[in-house]
């Protein structure tokens, strides 16, 4: 993981960016999952880090760099890093949601981010500019 924090870290600072410590805590934290706001805070809180305009700054500033992706999730947000990966970017993210526990599954499948363009350029007259879909899904019964 640490070599797509550096990605991030390097790309702020091509573009003439501040590096501040709050900053890199916060992508350190959004390095381990998909996490709502609250969850973000507590845990920046456990690293020093307790100024909540702060960290909604921060927030709006990596959505904006398309560095941070969120989600909405039965009305909640959750937010995460964006991969330096064509389909799962700012723009184009495929997530599996358990229904029973709200664990949140990254799908990075390529074929299935071309099937559905095929399907959609090719049966209807539009063109596809980004594909971002949440699937809610239960785990299967266990077959004895």
Do not use: P, W
Not at 52 to 62: E, H, P, T
Not at 69 to 74: G, S
């Amino acid at each position: 993981m640490k070599k797509k924090f550096e990605v991030y870290l390097n790309q702020l600072r091509e573009k003439g960016y501040r590096i501040t410590k709050s900053r890199v805590a916060l992508l350190e934290v959004l390095c381990d999952d998909h996490l709502t706001f609250k969850q973000i805070q507590m845990r920046l809180a456990e690293k020093g880090f307790t100024n909540v305009a702060s960290i909604y700054n921060n927030l709006d500033f990596f959505l904006q760099e398309k560095i941070v992706v969120v989600l909405f999730i039965n009305q909640v947000k959750y937010y995460e890093l964006a991969i330096d990966n064509k389909m799962h970017t700012a723009d184009n993210h495929i997530h599996l949601v358990d229904q029973a526990n709200n664990q949140i599954v990254e799908i990075n499948n390529k074929r299935i981010f071309d099937s559905i363009t095929r399907y959609i350029e090719n049966e209807t007259e539009y063109n596809v500019k980004y594909i971002k879909l949440t699937v809610g899904v239960s785990k299967k019964e266990e077959e004895n």
